[in-house]
């Protein structure tokens, strides 16, 4: 568990990381505007080319599926054990500071005025904006079984890479409690999904993926609030002009996610209806 600590907490690569141009990668917003077209143009464009071939069948794709899940999974539980850990740390070192104004919970939710970009709870939401662009590669994926355009699922990614840049490029309150429910749950999402692929659940993951976006979109609404409240409460959190904006992109989620579980809901729904008909015709012919 020491050693553990050590480089989840104490390596100097993350306790004095830094956001900058010159030492991280990605952190420019030239940079982050064009891989988000890019990611938009080439899913775009795989889905055109998909049409344009006719092709009927899935593309297979083998163990790579697979792979990008364990992999989503087993990153996902790194951060969120590496920012457990730093937000430890943090609070143990600057509490002295901050501890007759506020708790540990409420420094998570609202950093002071001020707050740079640098350091441990930083150098893990680095890590998770870095790991989104591992996480768009789903989308791939989706195109090349389905040969639908999930418009949905590249609105959302688009929108998490450029919170996930907004959060450290602004020190925005709140980061460290969403990351922490967001790689929870992506963990547990794409550890299900990795043993579905393999094989071991031939049931659907959708009712279970869509429990734990439910779960995922209560907490972060929770987040949000407090961080609203404890602005006001408490003279002023870091980086409310980022988190305005990330509330309006986060509404624009909730809205598609609900059209889409709605929609969802209705069709399974005409389906039953329709398969219970049709059973109920098949029983009656039998009879006669």
């Known amino acids: 568990m020491p050693e553990m600590n050590y480089w989840l907490a104490e390596h100097p690569a993350v306790v004095y990381f830094r956001w900058s141009p010159t030492q991280s990668w990605g952190s420019t917003w030239f940079f982050l505007i064009t891989s988000i077209s890019a990611y938009i143009a080439i899913s775009t464009t795989l889905h055109l080319l998909l049409l344009l071939l006719r092709r009927q069948k899935p593309v297979p794709l083998g163990p790579i599926p697979a792979l990008h899940s364990l992999a989503m999974a087993l990153i996902s539980a790194t951060i969120f054990t590496g920012m457990l850990s730093s937000s430890v740390a943090e609070i143990r070192d600057t509490r002295w500071f901050w501890q007759r104004s506020k708790t540990p919970f409420q420094w ?5 005025l001020g707050t740079r970009p640098s350091g441990r709870v930083f150098f893990w ?3 998770f904006y870095l790991s989104r662009f591992l996480h768009i590669l789903k989308t791939f994926f989706t195109i090349l079984r389905h040969r639908k355009f999930p418009f949905l699922q590249v609105f959302n990614h688009s929108i998490l890479i450029f919170m996930s840049f907004l959060w450290i490029e602004f020190s925005q309150s709140f980061q460290v409690l969403a990351i922490l429910s967001m790689t929870l749950v992506f963990s547990l999402v794409y550890g299900y999904r990795f043993f579905t692929e393999i094989g071991f659940s031939k049931k659907s993951h959708f009712p279970f993926v869509m429990f734990c976006q439910i779960i995922l979109l209560l907490t972060n609404l929770a987040w949000h609030i407090g961080v609203l409240v404890l602005h006001f ?3 002023g959190c870091n980086g409310m002009g980022a988190w305005v904006f990330n509330t309006f992109l986060n509404s624009f989620v909730l809205m598609f996610f609900f ?4 929609k969802k809901c209705i069709s399974e729904r005409e389906f039953g209806s329709e398969v219970e008909g049709k059973a109920a015709i098949n029983n009656f012919t039998n009879k006669q």
Not at 108 to 112: Q, R, S, V, Y
């Open 108 to 112: 998570l939710l609202c950093f002071p």
């Open 125 to 127: 939401s680095y890590i």
């Open 233 to 235: 409460w408490k003279g």
């Open 259 to 262: 059209h889409f579980y709605v």
